[in-house]
């Protein structure tokens, strides 16, 4: 199995940007497609992005698809969610999981601990 740890979480101001990185150990990771989820206070998980095994076919919520990036370094063991323009509406914790096969909106197997991302106006 694969453990999944995320960092680079923070505070910033609306407008700003900030980069989450996601490291994982334990397994290749090109085993695995990717994804990024987010829970706002007093809601549930929503999915956010997810990537496919190499990269090159990645998936948006509809809220984030203009101002989110997703991307994976899979010789690092690394994959990472850039986020732009960022509103108070994105404030969350942000959690990355991974799944073996293809990538869904929903059903993940491994999960990182989240990490804090709180946008002031």
Request: aromatic share 12%; with cysteine.
């Amino acid at each position: 199995q694969v453990q999944l740890v995320e960092s680079g979480g923070g505070s910033v101001m609306t407008g700003d940007s900030l980069k989450l990185t996601c490291a994982a150990s334990g397994r290749p990771l090109y085993l695995y497609a990717l994804a990024w989820f987010r829970q706002a206070p007093g809601k549930g998980r929503e999915f956010v992005a997810s990537i496919n095994w190499n990269g090159d076919s990645a998936r948006y919520a509809p809220s984030v698809e203009d101002r989110f990036l997703i991307t994976r370094n899979n010789a690092m063991s690394e994959f990472y969610l850039r986020m732009n323009r960022l509103s108070p509406e994105d404030t969350a914790i942000y959690y990355c999981a991974a799944r073996p096969g293809e990538p869904t909106d929903s059903a993940y197997d491994y999960w990182g601990q989240g990490a804090q991302v709180t946008v002031s106006s």
